[in-house]
């Protein structure tokens, strides 16, 4: 069944495949896959490359290759899950790359449903590395994932077995906001502020001095550029403006075929 599925899958043009039984998988921040699906036995963990597009200084186009990649593996989702329930009479629900996520004030719309980096790590996609997000033992740090989970009873594929990161520390180095100086965390406030300068802090900044200000002042807010961006947001939805500890990662980097 599973080589059926990843055929399947490879076929679609994703880059990498892996399954996780859900009793292997262990994301203690997260919620417990039960609350979610408690008929889940797997997930089925796709991986894909991240496109040159992260290296561009421009933040549009850097941006742009992230949504290519995000509409690409909503629709991979779709499709996968529902190839599991007409092949295999399964129940399925897909897992998306970053949003819809709960925006409590508890977690302020920092933990995913599912820990995708926990999940691709259970599914033998890769490991973590000094930078907190996961290495793919071929397409390196430039990778994302998607995942459907399943009442499928598909056992884990084998781990990665060596440590991938080389502890060249670029990553830390170039991290613009100090968010990785400890290891083993990423300090998410520090993270947030400078890769998503347009968010919702950015938002309630723009609001609370818009309504303290004079009518002449406000007429000059709407002209400045933080509005207009502030405005793309709204209808794109969060961008990130910072992609460091990726693209600074040397493996991956290279498409050349060996
Ligand atoms: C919310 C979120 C963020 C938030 C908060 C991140 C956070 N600390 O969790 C912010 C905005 C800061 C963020 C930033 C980024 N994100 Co983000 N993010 C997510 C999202 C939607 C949820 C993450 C989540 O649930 N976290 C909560 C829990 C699980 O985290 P945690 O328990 O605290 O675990 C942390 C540590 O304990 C540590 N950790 C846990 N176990 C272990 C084990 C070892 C050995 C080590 C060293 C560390 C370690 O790693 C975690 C990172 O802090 C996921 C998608 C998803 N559904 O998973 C994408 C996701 C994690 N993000 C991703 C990416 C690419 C990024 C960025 C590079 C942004 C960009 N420009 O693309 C940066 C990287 C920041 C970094 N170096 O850590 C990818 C990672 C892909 C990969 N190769 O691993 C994901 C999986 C999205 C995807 N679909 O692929 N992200």
Redesign the pocket.
């Known amino acids: 069944m599973k080589e059926k599925i990843r055929e399947f899958v490879l076929g679609m043009g994703v880059d990498d495949v892996g399954f996780a039984a859900v009793a292997d998988y262990h ?4 919620p417990k896959v039960e609350t979610i699906f408690p008929a889940a036995k797997s997930m089925v963990v796709m991986a ?1 490359k ?1 496109l040159s597009s ?1 290296e561009s200084p421009n933040m549009q186009i850097a ?1 742009n290759g ?1 949504m290519d990649v ?1 509409e690409f ?1 909503r629709s991979c989702n779709y499709k996968l899950a529902r190839f599991l329930e007409r092949e295999f009479e399964a129940k399925a629900m897909t ?5 819809p ?1 709960e925006m409590s004030l508890k977690t302020m ?13 259970t599914a033998g996609l ?11 033992p071929k397409f390196g ?6 995942a459907v989970l399943t009442d499928l009873d598909l056992p884990s594929d084998p781990p990665v077995p060596e440590d991938l ?1 080389t502890q060249c520390n670029l ?1 830390v180095e170039s ?1 613009p906001a100090g ?2 100086d400890e ?4 300090d ?1 406030n520090k ?2 502020k400078n ?2 300068p347009y968010g919702i802090g950015a938002n309630i900044r723009f609001w609370n001095k818009f309504v303290d200000s004079p009518p002449e002042e406000q007429k000059k807010m709407f002209k400045d550029e933080n509005f207009w961006r502030l405005y793309q947001a709204g209808f794109i939805g969060f961008q ?1 403006f ?2 460091n ?2 693209k600074s990662c040397p493996l991956g980097q290279s498409n050349k075929k060996a």
């Open positions: 994301s203690p921040r997260s894909y991240e992260c941006f992230r995000m593996s897992v998306p790359a970053s949003y996520m719309g920092s933990v995913g449903d599912i820990s995708l980096r926990h999940a691709a790590v890769g490991a973590f590395g000094r930078h907190n997000i996961v290495i793919h740090t430039r990778v994302v994932f998607t990161c990553c991290c968010a990785l290891a083993g965390k990423t998410v993270c947030l890769s998503q990130y910072c992609f500890c990726l």
